[in-house]
């Protein structure tokens, strides 16, 4: 009797095994798979039109939530801006001093304490500097902020006026030298200041910034809160979009595949996407760059990399338009 229930049983475990080994092939799509990927989607990026280059007359700000987004999502399109004479600026909202994990690995210990969070913003910081420099931005170009990483969005809707601790850190101000306001409270008021104040600086001829479609709440806040600040100056125009965490394991296949296109994400299927097409020197820099940002790569390398390849995406639109002839 009890031979049908342990057939059963056995059938299940094939079966998870399959579906397990299956996901395995289409996240990390070794040999054929991955031919089967190129074959796909590269006629689909084909068709896509190519992004507006950049002159000698622009100023490029690239707006970054985290120390590392610069690279993944533009360090192409950087290049070719500077190559063209342009003017390029890099703004990080935060130090990337919320990723928990990271610094779990880096100490060695389950429990790394605000003081060693602390340090991993600095470190983020020296990282981020080196990667800019790979990619021929000055030093005297690149401006921190400070702001909570992971705090953006309650900073947007819910600590405006109000200080707000950032739970992983302990601080309620911007604690590191080199940044645009050391000691401002973090409030929404002082992070949209410090906004501005780049902005006003530069004078930006074209701004870089997170659709506020993108998976990861500080991407979304900072995407929302460069149209508030645009909106306001008439200058929603200088704007193109980029998303960086797209949809579920986004993009694939994981690990370096430069051979291989950008295929717009999940999160973004309805945007008028413009493709980057990058040179096989630019695309070395590009892996460079991102190696350059080392406390990442030593976790999520496979994700990082996963965005080396032939072609970057761009949206001259923040969300999709809306179809009057959609129903309700």
Known sequence: MRAKPL?????????????????????????LITWLYRLYYNPQIARLPVAPGFSANDRVLMLAPHPDDEVLCCAGGLQQARLAGAQVYIAWLTSGDGFEWDAVLLRRTPDPGHKAMLELGLRRMGEARAGAKLMGVPEDHLRFLGYPDQGLLRLFLDYYYYPFTAPHTGVDRVPYPGTLSPGALYTGENLERDLERVLDEIKPTVVLAPSPLDAH?????????????????????????????????????KGLHPGLPLEPPPRGRRLPWQRVPLT??????KLAAARAHHSQIIIIGRFMEAFVRQNELLSPLPLPEIDDHSPP
């Open 217 to 253: 709440p500080d991407h979304r806040a900072t995407g929302d809160l460069v149209l508030r600040i645009l909106g306001k100056r008439k200058e929603l125009h200088k704007a193109r979009f980029w998303i960086v965490h797209g949809g579920l394991e986004w993009p694939l296949p």
């Open 280 to 285: 096989e020197a630019q695309i070395q820099t």
């Open 7 to 31: 057939a059963r049983r056995h059938m299940v475990w094939v079966l998870l095994g399959i579906v397990a080994l299956v996901l395995i092939l289409w996240i990390n799509a070794p040999g």
